[in-house]
């Protein structure tokens, strides 16, 4: 069965869109090719999840944003995530795909680091953004890779030359409001034993319209290279998200570390895919999640290992309440000639009420005999005999069930490599499960 | 203040249905310590746990009161708000909590916003009771019983009881899997809480633990209910002939719960 998924931007206004933004011809001509691509391909198909009926095409395609760029002008919500003006560093904030502001340290240019937005990189580094954009996600790959290619309209391009090693961590803040669709796009590109740290937040601003995001993070590592990817994703009910993060883990010995949260409030497919094609690469994908209300959401992290020594870890730990329903799938594949290969993977979910679903499917897909795998999975209610023993030392049913919580999701948390985003996930955990 | 009491009457608990407490009646004032001993399977632990409100037992009849409130009218929290204390024979495990940050919560459970116990106070302190209990420092920062060992599980049921001060305790097996250099200081620790405003309750079947905190009173356990009560002589006594001549003065076979 087919069904009929139209989206509201048609070829003539993608196209004078373009052209506003002034586009590479290139760009254009893929955005075209893109569009026709989502009228005809199928939507994804996350396992165990189904989607059909999932809002991905109302949306409108006006930002009604204006550019700013005075820290004053930024919501409460933003200017909370970011801190003080003088405190700033490397950031870029986005309201519906429009730069509301940016700042970066000057010693990010000495070195040739390039953190810019989207459109910019388009004018002033289209050899950059041709060879590496849709690499590593594909828009032939569904409907919905398809739809972000044709109409992405924000984000952010990161470029880190061979050797710098960038302290400061790049930040972006995206925010969205009204039932504007956003097809927002991360490309970092972090050449040959080179370092940084990139945080991204997404937040909603009012509330109510059903809207709908669609979210392309990729990421590709040189020899050597160390990437930390730190996402914390809180959209409000009415969003439904899209989000595919990848790595290409390309170089000898590179290491990518992702920490995300997932936090939306509405539904969401989120996949969380690394290639780990360098010999000795790493990858390590630690997220954790907090499902409330009706939400339906569906958590795919694969790792994929090509290359000899790679080494590919995957902890994932989820609490559902109400009656929102989680599907955790991880998948570690290792694939013929990776070997000496390792792959492990642990995911557990919290249910902290009679219906509330969650499904942990742990996947190890193996095509080569000379290596180690393991997993682990679990799905389980809070234990009653825990709950004694922490109640009969005086905590309430409520501080207990907290405590419970806070130690169930502790494993990830406070393993996570980026310490203010674990700082803002212990806030917001606090916050979602209370 | 008026010394603390817990007073229980005629209480019979089931679990799944059986009967295991058929009887059971004990009043524990500030000031005393009263030892139940009593072999395996006699139902000692399912006192223990009835009293604090485990949630597997099941309070048939009978009533327990602690400073004249009925006990099974408050939920396990308020029992130990009000002063109880169960050091668990089998305490639970709790991942990703340190020890440290539950204890620090569990002493501020009764206390107002404005009357929290410090950070610094609580270090103070928790550094002078693992210093009594020689417990190493790396204690604190383990997560709440995960992976201790048996004889470290028990220290650290003491470390909260020392932690909390509560007004009565219950101990249920606290001496088993310590040695005697453990169990002396596991006890001198108890010993620094006698007063007349703590109460408490030693359950155990070995007499060894009572050389070194002297009981009020020692009562034993059989078939769900007390059979005998005494002096400390009578554990002396105990310690030196068994349980046996007890149970042929009371023509008792079996002294387990269920068999008879
Ligand atoms: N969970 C349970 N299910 C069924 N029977 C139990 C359970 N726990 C204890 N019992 C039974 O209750 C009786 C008393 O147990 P317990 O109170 O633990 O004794 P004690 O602490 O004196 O060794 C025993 O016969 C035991 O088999
Ligand atoms: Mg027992």
Same mark, same amino acid.
């Given at each position: 069965?087919?069904?009929?998924?139209?989206?509201?931007?048609?070829?003539?206004?993608?196209?004078?869109?373009?052209?506003?933004?002034?586009?590479?011809?290139?760009?254009?001509?893929?955005?075209?090719?893109?569009?026709?691509?989502?009228?005809?391909?199928?939507?994804?198909?996350?396992?165990?999840?189904?989607?059909?009926?999932?809002?991905?095409?109302?949306?409108?395609?006006?930002?009604?944003?204006?550019?700013?760029?005075?820290?004053?002008?930024?919501?409460?919500?933003?200017?909370?995530?970011?801190?003080?003006?003088?405190?700033?560093?490397?950031?870029?904030?986005?309201?519906?795909?429009?730069?509301?502001?940016?700042?970066?340290?000057?010693?990010?240019?000495?070195?040739?680091?390039?953190?810019?937005?989207?459109?910019?990189?388009?004018?002033?580094?289209?050899?950059?953004?041709?060879?590496?954009?849709?690499?590593?996600?594909?828009?032939?790959?569904?409907?919905?890779?398809?739809?972000?290619?044709?109409?992405?309209?924000?984000?952010?391009?990161?470029?880190?030359?061979?050797?710098?090693?960038?302290?400061?961590?790049?930040?972006?803040?995206?925010?969205?409001?009204?039932?504007?669709?956003?097809?927002?796009?991360?490309?970092?590109?972090?050449?040959?034993?080179? +370092?940084? /740290?990139?945080?991204?937040?997404? *937040? $909603? #601003?009012?509330?109510?319209?059903? !809207?709908?995001?669609?979210?392309?993070?990729?990421?590709?590592?040189?020899?050597?290279?160390?990437?930390?990817?730190?996402?914390?994703?809180?959209?409000?009910?009415?969003?439904?998200?899209?989000?595919?993060?990848?790595?290409?883990?390309?170089?000898?010995?590179?290491?990518?570390?992702?920490?995300?949260?997932?936090?939306?409030?509405?539904?969401?497919?989120?996949?969380?895919?690394?290639?780990?094609?360098?010999?000795?690469?790493?990858?390590?994908?630690?997220?954790?999640?907090?499902?409330?209300?009706?939400?339906?959401?569906?958590?795919?992290?694969?790792?994929?290992?090509?290359?000899?020594?790679?080494?590919?870890?995957?902890?994932?730990?989820?609490?559902?309440?109400?009656?929102?329903?989680?599907?955790?799938?991880?998948?570690?594949?290792?694939?013929?000639?990776?070997?000496?290969?390792?792959? +492990?993977? /642990?995911?557990?979910?919290?249910? *902290? $009420? #009679?219906?509330?679903?969650?499904? !942990?499917?742990?996947?190890?897909?193996?095509?080569?005999?000379?290596?180690?795998?393991?997993?682990?999975?679990?799905?389980?209610?809070?234990?009653?005999?825990?709950?004694?023993?922490?109640?009969?030392?005086?905590?309430?049913?409520?501080?207990?069930?907290?405590?419970?919580?806070?130690?169930?999701?502790?494993?990830?948390?406070?393993?996570?490599?980026?310490?203010?985003?674990?700082?803002?996930?212990?806030?917001?955990?606090?916050?979602?499960?209370? | 203040?008026?010394?603390?009491?817990?007073?229980?009457?005629?209480?019979?608990?089931?679990?799944?249905?059986?009967?295991?407490?058929?009887?059971?009646?004990?009043?524990?004032?500030?000031?005393?310590?009263?030892?139940?001993?009593?072999?395996?399977?006699?139902?000692?632990?399912?006192?223990?746990?009835?009293?604090?409100?485990?949630?597997?037992?099941?309070?048939?009849?009978?009533?327990?009161?602690?400073?004249?409130?009925?006990?099974?009218?408050?939920?396990?929290?308020?029992?130990?708000?009000?002063?109880?204390?169960?050091?668990?024979?089998?305490?639970?495990?709790?991942?990703?909590?340190?020890?440290?940050?539950?204890?620090?919560?569990?002493?501020?459970?009764?206390?107002?916003?404005?009357?929290?116990?410090?950070?610094?106070?609580?270090?103070?302190?928790?550094?002078?009771?693992?210093?009594?209990?020689?417990?190493?420092?790396?204690?604190?920062?383990?997560?709440?019983?995960?992976?201790?060992?048996?004889?470290?599980?028990?220290?650290?049921?003491?470390?909260?009881?020392?932690?909390?001060?509560?007004?009565?305790?219950?101990?249920?097996?606290?001496?088993?899997?310590?040695?005697?250099?453990?169990?002396?200081?596991?006890?001198?620790?108890?010993?620094?809480?006698?007063?007349?405003?703590?109460?408490?309750?030693?359950?155990?079947?070995?007499?060894?633990?009572?050389?070194?905190?002297?009981?009020?009173?020692?009562?034993?356990?059989?078939?769900?209910?007390?059979?005998?009560?005494?002096?400390?002589?009578?554990?002396?006594?105990?310690?030196?002939?068994?349980?046996?001549?007890?149970?042929?003065?009371?023509?008792?076979?079996?002294?387990?719960?269920?068999?008879?």
């Amino acid at each position: 069965m087919t069904t009929e998924v139209t989206f509201p931007v048609q070829q003539q206004e993608l196209q004078s869109f373009s052209k506003d933004r002034r586009e590479p011809q290139w760009f254009t001509d893929q955005r075209l090719k893109a569009l026709d691509q989502a009228e005809h391909l199928e939507l994804p198909n996350p396992d165990k999840t189904k989607i059909t009926k999932w809002n991905f095409t109302s949306f409108t395609f006006d930002p009604e944003t204006e550019a700013t760029a005075s820290y004053n002008e930024l919501s409460d919500a933003v200017r909370t995530l970011v801190g003080e003006e003088n405190k700033v560093e490397n950031l870029i904030t986005q309201k519906n795909g429009i730069t509301t502001y940016a700042a970066a340290k000057a010693e990010l240019k000495d070195k040739g680091v390039i953190f810019t937005d989207i459109q910019t990189a388009l004018e002033e580094h289209s050899d950059l953004m041709e060879k590496y954009f849709m690499q590593a996600v594909t828009a032939d790959e569904n409907k919905l890779t398809a739809a972000h290619a044709a109409m992405v309209n924000g984000g952010v391009f990161i470029y880190v030359p061979a050797g710098v090693k960038v302290e400061a961590p790049l930040q972006a803040v995206y925010a969205h409001e009204g039932n504007f669709g956003l097809f927002n796009h991360v490309l970092m590109i972090v050449e040959d034993q080179a +370092e940084a /740290t990139y945080i991204e937040n997404y *937040l $909603s #601003e009012g509330s109510g319209d059903q !809207a709908t995001v669609n979210i392309v993070a990729e990421v590709v590592l040189g020899r050597e290279a160390k990437v930390n990817f730190g996402s914390v994703d809180n959209f409000a009910d009415s969003v439904t998200t899209y989000v595919n993060r990848r790595g290409q883990v390309n170089g000898e010995d590179a290491e990518l570390y992702w920490s995300l949260g997932m936090m939306n409030d509405g539904n969401t497919v989120s996949d969380n895919t690394t290639y780990l094609h360098g010999q000795g690469s790493h990858a390590d994908t630690k997220s954790v999640s907090i499902g409330r209300g009706s939400q339906v959401q569906n958590f795919t992290t694969n790792v994929i290992h090509f290359g000899k020594d790679t080494d590919g870890q995957i902890l994932k730990h989820g609490v559902m309440r109400d009656r929102a329903t989680s599907i955790f799938n991880g998948i570690s594949k290792i694939e013929k000639g990776a070997t000496k290969a390792n792959g +492990e993977q /642990t995911e557990r979910v919290l249910m *902290l $009420s #009679e219906r509330a679903r969650g499904d !942990a499917n742990p996947i190890l897909l193996i095509d080569e005999d000379d290596v180690t795998a393991g997993h682990a999975a679990s799905v389980g209610r809070i234990d009653p005999l825990q709950m004694f023993y922490l109640m009969s030392r005086g905590l309430s049913r409520l501080e207990s069930e907290r405590l419970i919580i806070h130690g169930f999701l502790e494993p990830v948390v406070g393993a996570l490599a980026i310490d203010s985003v674990k700082e803002q996930l212990y806030d917001l955990i606090e916050r979602k499960v209370y | 203040m008026t010394k603390p009491s817990l007073n229980v009457k005629d209480l019979h608990v089931s679990i799944e249905d059986k009967e295991i407490l058929k009887g059971f009646g004990i009043d524990v004032k500030g000031g005393e310590i009263h030892a139940i001993m009593g072999p395996n399977g006699t139902g000692k632990s399912t006192l223990a746990s009835a009293l604090m409100g485990h949630p597997n037992y099941e309070v048939t009849s009978g009533e327990a009161t602690f400073n004249g409130d009925d006990l099974f009218e408050m939920e396990v929290d308020e029992r130990a708000r009000a002063g109880l204390f169960l050091a668990m024979q089998y305490p639970s495990e709790v991942s990703g909590v340190t020890n440290a940050d539950f204890i620090r919560s569990a002493m501020n459970a009764d206390r107002e916003e404005g009357d929290q116990v410090s950070l610094m106070q609580f270090i103070r302190k928790i550094d002078e009771k693992m210093g009594t209990l020689e417990i190493d420092q790396s204690f604190q920062h383990r997560y709440l019983n995960e992976g201790f060992s048996g004889g470290e599980k028990k220290r650290n049921e003491i470390l909260q009881l020392l932690m909390l001060e509560p007004k009565m305790a219950i101990l249920d097996e606290i001496d088993s899997g310590l040695d005697i250099d453990a169990l002396k200081v596991v006890a001198k620790g108890i010993n620094q809480l006698r007063t007349d405003d703590f109460g408490c309750m030693i359950i155990t079947h070995y007499q060894r633990l009572l050389n070194y905190i002297e009981p009020d009173y020692v009562h034993v356990m059989m078939q769900g209910r007390i059979v005998k009560s005494g002096g400390p002589e009578l554990a002396q006594k105990l310690e030196e002939q068994g349980y046996d001549w007890i149970k042929e003065e009371l023509g008792i076979e079996d002294e387990t719960v269920g068999q008879e």
